[in-house]
């Protein structure tokens, strides 16, 4: 076959479409009019074909509604050009952004150790894709393997049991099996080598051959790092193992390295394939498109195919927005030889995937798609009930589908001749339209050869459905399905799960915690010193470029003796919390921050750090202020920028919320004189200069005369010199843009100003000095010019970055800031400042202009100069402690020596007379212990033990005289909730968190976000732990490694090196708490294993989610996940999964509340409770904004049969009866606490005593995040986390009266949990909020 041609603009390069045709070519996109039928029978002559061609061009003009082009084939025998299938264009779309960085050589099979064996035998399976050869043999997978069963043992009814045998095994993820219409070949879906699906194809000569046993060394062994992988030895190993496995004579027809391919199904002909492949936007909410593949495919590099159905495009929408439609075909078969058969979910029509749809309405319909004429028309509607998976029989006549019908799955027959519809089985599984799911909304099914049958899967089995011919020649039921019995030999090679354990009571132990994570960076004139904000206040710190670059140490929990402890601002409120600090320029001592206050909102302060001096700036109006910036003049009378926010969920939206915006003023410094002055500054002629808020920071230039601001993508100059507009607004120009960045940072332009020299554009041309900016969480430095000339800065590799771009981060970073002379850059992560010296990036120019993937790094790093910082704050054992005194002495006025001994233990907490559901043991006989006492100092259990002695008397501890006693009166005691699913919005606010106070209200001392900002989340953590506020102990995964589209969230894990910089990132913020990371959706299986071998050496666990990925969900256990997050898509699991499952030592979280599967949690939630006028729901009011509540007033009735989380939770059930640890998470939906509640009421529903869930709420949830060494049941050692019911209230009976909580302890400190008003140490005490609410 010779080379193929195509349009430039149109036609992807080298792409085959017919092994009868050598080159292709753009022709008239009207394939239907009598023209192109005419030019395809007749056209026989170039010259000819030409002049048809021009006719049908000016004849019929060209189509602009239609993103397709017609492909015209020259047959190699005859010479003659014919039209053949047509291209979908995409609008001109281009899919060539992702991935941003290529994977390095990788195998999951030898690059990764799965070293456990697991064998079982099934009867039944979950969700099997099923295909039936010409000969008649079944072929099916099941759990990443694929069977088969030989045609000549299946039987004629339900009578035996037969043997599926295995045909391709290992730790590849193979499924969706299809025989090409000869019978001679296999085409599935496999995951091998890099671990992203695609398609490949081995010989078939029948069931029997291809599943023959091939005996050989064990081949199971961990990979050997030193081997030689071209050595002969290893070739030989590794050609052992594929034969093996049955795939050694397999090869691969796509080569995708990013998006993925399933379901091929074979062309009549045989010799091309149509398959679906998914393209993922900022969601990873995969859409379909039709590819065309030919075989064999000499050209399988990423990308190649032709895309034969693609993504419509909604209303309004442009060809640039094609890439975010989130909608597309999928399901495709071939119905003859130019026509082909499709599903489509047609209720989403805005391009946004929702959740939690209404299946009886219908979701899917079907089509036919003319790829010769490009005439699309729809087959079966969507309502109702929905239309999806088809399947066609051998003759072309009847389509097969499946539908909802009320509380059934019926399989449904159509007859396209006559468009008759029947419905002949009501006892197929609820198919999985109202989800995204790659997998198939439901397993493909296939006609026996003579099409007298269905063979489909369903309810965990394999079934026969009997087909007859009526008189009219339309098929319809031909008797009672029946079961094909069937047995096989499950064998799994599975990694040892990511388990460890966090230190969380030992790092208690400390007298002072650690602050790791820092943010709102900012450098002095001279790059001497910085200020920075760590958890509620504000510090400084000297600088010492002398130092040698540092190592980043993501380890270590000691604390390094060198570092010197940074240094508080002054302040006037030391209670308060602080923000958003900087220095005043030319002032070298002084600082300006802002105070916020739940009552009186923000202030800013300035700051004496010389002579330790604070002073209030007054003159504004009551309102949310934040960046405060000072003109870089001289003297002590300034400009003043700042800027005004509205109101927000946290801050409220009631109070002070009018005219947001960027806004300068003038004010008078403090005067230099006058040590300890505390004295108050006046801001005056303050206007608002844009409506506009920048995200970043600002700085004057030019004096007072302009403002840089800068946002994630943008920096820009607001002229102040000139004149407003009408609007009051002035000039702005943007002066520096990054295509994909986070964060960016400029400094003014000045004539030496160059990366790599001198630079002769830079006067002429440049409008900044340099840019740093952040892309795909790396920091990068850009010659000002490149920005100047209008180019968005970006850092994939290839001719489309930056030019003259270097990497000046090893792991990442943060809060970019520079020296007012520009000469220095600095930029956080964890509790290391780092800095550069721009000027000595000229000692790294050979290597950053050779180095076009990391852009020189490896030399930059050793310019680097990367200093410690250390803050700590007391911990909250030694708040307890002095805070038990003070109210003991504020109490007793005696001084003698009892007084004196009581006053010794007054910092002890005993709770008496308690039933006690300890969770020690995990068993309900053993861990509910009557009549208890349990003993708490210093945040701890230090002893449990009976009230009452073996004689009946009161046990009373005579070490504890002045201890604090709380009567239980009999009522049950558990350990505190851990949601190890928790979800919230407002970490990064300044204001005290109704959220973390909500959370801890419902008895939830415990909770682990696995999807949130890494940073600020630290620092929420912070104020927690510091006293500044209440709320329970919050871990959390950090920002997401992510594999949909967008710089912020973005990270391709294309080699180990960064996979290691994935974690340190994590790591250093949140040291010995950080021990988790969320791998979201990652396409290639290659980066989720790169990142689990480094989470070994940081001991950190695993939380993913697959999102409704089934095969994903699969992996994820095989290859040693902590947990999965979510529930499985696929509600009711069988032997194979749940064995699997259970044998892992993988967690789940399935999270009913939003569950997969059907209509979330949530809906029934607000149907069946009236969330804002319930009497219990006071408290909800007492701690949630009311706005909230009233938008979750309503909602719809939906049938139970709707609900999928009631299969949800029988299944974990089960799944927990064979030993997985399945965990209570309420995904943080309105109403939050509530909802936590909830979420264990579903866990019920599936057949779980109320012991059972409770231990899932304790015992399992901390086992999971590895804390159960510190929390999570009731017993001598394990931090004071618990909740206290009221008497008479018996959880273990009604599991709907979990939230009808009397006290919530959280290390040793009580509050009421009605009110959150303080029971001790400090009783009456209460958290502010600011105000939430209009009534």
Request: glycine residues 8%; proline residues 6%.
């Amino acid at each position: 076959m010779g080379d193929i041609k195509s349009s430039k603009d149109d036609l992807p390069e080298k792409q085959l479409l017919d092994g009868r045709f050598t080159s292709i070519s753009p022709a008239n996109p009207k394939g239907s009019s009598p023209i192109s039928v005419l030019t395809r029978h007749i056209c026989i002559h170039p010259f000819l074909c030409a002049l048809l061609a021009s006719y049908a061009l000016v004849f019929y003009g060209i189509p602009r509604i239609h993103q397709w082009t017609t492909l015209l084939v020259t047959s190699e025998s005859t010479g003659a050009t014919v039209p053949k299938f047509k291209e979908d264009t995409a609008f001109g779309w281009k899919d060539n952004i992702y991935p941003i960085r290529e994977h390095a050589p990788w195998d999951i099979s030898t690059d990764f150790p799965s070293v456990r064996k697991l064998v079982y035998d099934v009867e039944e399976g979950t969700w099997l894709r099923v295909d039936v050869s010409p000969d008649g043999d079944i072929v099916f997978d099941m759990l990443g393997d694929i069977y088969c069963i030989p045609w000549d043992v299946i039987p004629s009814s339900a009578t035996s049991t037969v043997r599926a045998y295995p045909i391709l095994q290992g730790v590849p993820y193979d499924s969706d099996p299809h025989i090409s219409p000869d019978g001679t070949q296999l085409a599935f879906r496999s995951d091998a080598g890099l671990g992203i699906s695609n398609i490949w194809i081995k010989p078939w000569s029948g069931c029997r051959a291809a599943s023959e046993p091939v005996h050989g060394d064990d081949l199971w062994l961990l990979p050997n790092p030193n081997a030689d992988p071209e050595s002969e030895e290893s070739n030989k190993k590794n050609h052992r193992r594929l034969v093996r496995e049955g795939r050694a004579d397999a090869f691969k027809i796509t080569n995708e390295t990013f998006r993925w391919v399933s379901d091929a199904r074979w062309h009549p002909d045989g010799d091309k394939l149509i398959a679906t492949k998914w393209h993922t936007s900022e969601r990873t909410i995969p859409a379909g498109e039709g590819w065309l593949y030919d075989i064999p495919s000499p050209y399988i590099s990423p990308g190649d195919g032709v895309r034969l159905v693609g993504r419509s495009l909604p209303l309004g929408w442009t060809s640039e927005q094609y890439g975010d439609q989130q909608i597309g075909p999928e399901q495709f078969i071939w119905w003859g030889d130019d026509r082909l058969i499709y599903s489509k979910n047609v209720i989403d029509t805005n391009g946004q995937y929702e959740y939690s749809k209404d299946v009886y309405k219908g979701i899917n319909a079907i089509f036919s798609y003319n790829v010769t004429s490009g005439v699309t028309e729809t087959l079966v509607d969507a309502n109702p009930g929905g239309a999806s998976r088809p399947e066609i029989s051998h003759d072309g006549r009847t389509l097969a589908f499946v539908r909802r019908v009320r509380d059934k799955e019926a399989l449904v027959l159509k007859d396209l001749e006559s468009g008759t519809i029947r419905n002949i089985w009501y006892g197929l599984t609820y198919d999985l339209s109202v989800i995204s799911a790659p997998m198939g909304t439901y397993p493909s099914f296939s006609f026996t050869p003579t099409d007298d049958a269905i063979i489909v899967w369903a309810a965990g089995s394999l079934w026969t459905v009997p087909l007859s011919v009526d008189d009219a020649g339309e098929r319809t039921r031909g008797g009672e399905p029946w079961k094909i019995k069937w047995k096989a030999t499950i064998e799994k090679r599975m990694a040892t799960t990511r388990l460890s354990q966090a230190p969380v009571a030992e790092e208690e132990e400390k007298p002072r915690q650690r602050i790791r994570a820092f943010t709102e960076l900012s450098v002095d004139a001279k790059g001497e010193r910085v200020t920075f904000r760590a958890g509620a206040k504000t510090y400084w710190q000297a600088l010492d470029h002398s130092a040698t670059p540092a190592i980043v140490d993501p380890l270590s929990n000691e604390d390094n003796e060198n570092v010197n402890e940074a240094a508080q601002l002054p302040v006037l409120y030391a209670n308060a919390t602080y923000y958003s600090p900087s220095f005043i320029p030319n002032e070298p001592n002084l600082l300006i921050h802002t105070r916020w206050s739940d009552t009186f909102f923000s202030t800013f302060e300035i700051a004496d750090i010389l002579r330790d001096a604070a002073f209030e700036v007054e003159g504004l109006p009551l309102g949310r202020y934040d960046k405060p910036t000072i003109c870089e003049c001289v003297g002590l009378n300034r400009r003043i920028a700042f800027v005004r926010k509205g109101g927000d969920a946290m801050t409220g939206n009631i109070v002070a919320i009018a005219d947001p915006g960027l806004y300068v003023g003038s004010l008078t410094l403090p005067s230099p004189f006058g040590w300890g002055q505390r004295g108050k500054v006046r801001v005056r002629d303050v206007k608002r200069v844009s409506k506009d808020i920048p995200s970043g920071k600002m700085r004057f230039t030019e004096g007072a005369s302009k403002l840089i601001i800068h946002d994630a993508s943008t920096a820009s100059v607001i002229n102040l010199s000139t004149s407003p507009n009408d609007l009051g607004e002035y000039p702005t120009t943007t002066i520096a843009k990054g295509k994909m960045s986070t964060e960016i940072s400029v400094t003014p332009p000045r004539e030496s100003d160059s990366l790599h020299g001198p630079n002769t554009r830079l006067a002429a041309a440049a409008t900044v000095g340099h840019v740093a900016f952040v892309d795909f969480l790396q920091v990068y430095l850009a010659d000002g010019v490149e920005a100047s000339e209008g180019n968005a800065l970006w850092s994939k590799p290839g001719p489309n970055a930056t030019h003259g771009l270097a990497r000046v981060s090893v792991d990442g970073g943060h809060d970019l800031s520079w020296s007012a002379d520009g000469k220095r850059l600095f930029w956080l992560l964890g509790p290391y400042l780092h800095s550069l010296e721009v000027s000595r990036l000229g000692e790294c120019k050979r290597a950053i202009r050779h180095d076009s993937n990391s852009f020189g790094i490896d030399c930059v790093k050793t310019l680097l100069n990367v200093q410690e910082i250390y803050v700590a704050f007391e911990h909250e054992r030694s708040r307890i402690k002095k805070a038990a005194s003070d109210a003991f002495v504020a109490e007793h006025t005696c001084n003698d020596q009892k007084t004196h001994d009581r006053h010794l233990t007054s910092d002890i907490l005993i709770i008496r007379n308690a039933t006690v559901v300890s969770m020690i043991t995990g068993n309900e006989r053993n861990d509910i212990l009557h009549r208890r006492t349990l003993e708490i100092r210093d945040g701890v259990i230090v002893e449990s033990y009976a009230m009452y002695d073996n004689n009946g008397v009161l046990n009373i501890s005579p070490t504890a005289p002045g201890a604090k006693i709380i009567d239980a009166e009999g009522a049950m005691v558990v350990p505190g909730f851990v949601d190890v699913h928790a979800h919230w919005n407002g970490q990064d606010t300044v204001a005290s968190s109704w959220e973390q106070r909500t959370f801890l209200a419902y008895g939830c001392t415990t909770v682990h976000n696995p999807s949130i900002d890494t940073v600020t989340t630290w620092t929420e953590r912070a104020r927690v732990e510091s006293g500044s506020m209440i709320g329970p102990r919050i871990f959390h995964t950090g920002t997401i490694i992510y594999g949909g589209a967008g710089g912020e969230y973005h990270q391709d894990i294309a080699d180990m090196a960064e996979a290691r910089s994935a974690l340190i990132r994590l790591k250093v913020e949140g040291g010995p708490y950080s021990f988790s990371y969320k791998n979201y959706q990652l396409p290639a299986r290659a980066s989720r294993q790169r990142l689990i071998k480094v989470a070994k050496e940081l001991e950190m666990r695993v939380y993913p989610e697959g999102g409704m990925n089934f095969d994903w969900d699969m992996t994820y256990i095989l290859d040693g996940m902590t947990t999965v997050e979510h529930s499985l898509p696929i509600p009711i699991v069988y032997q194979d999964v749940m064995t699997l499952f259970a044998e892992s030592g993988t967690g789940n979280t399935p999270t009913h509340i939003v569950n997969y599967g059907g209509v979330f949690g949530e809906t029934h939630v607000w149907a069946h409770t009236a969330v804002p006028f319930n009497q219990k729901q006071v408290l909800l009011r007492e701690f949630v904004p009311h706005a909230l509540l009233e938008t979750i007033s309503s909602s719809l009735a939906v049938p139970k049969d709707a609900y999928q989380l009631f299969n949800t939770s029988a299944s974990v059930h089960q799944m927990t009866k064979m030993g997985i640890f399945a965990n209570i998470g309420a995904h943080g939906e309105p109403p939050l606490g509530l909802n936590y509640h909830k979420e264990m009421w579903f866990f019920a529903q599936g057949g779980m005593t109320p012991y059972e869930v409770l231990r899932s709420a304790t015992r399992h949830g901390a086992t999971s995040l590895g804390l159960f060494r510190s929390l999570g049941s009731l017993e001598p050692g394990k931090l004071a986390d618990m909740v206290i019911y009221p008497a008479g209230v018996n959880i273990l009976k009604d599991i709907n009266l979990t939230p009808q909580i009397r006290y919530v302890i959280k290390g040793g400190r009580v509050w009421d949990a009605e009110t959150m008003i303080e029971e001790w140490p400090e009783k009456g005490k209460a958290q502010s909020l600011p105000p939430l609410n209009a009534d």
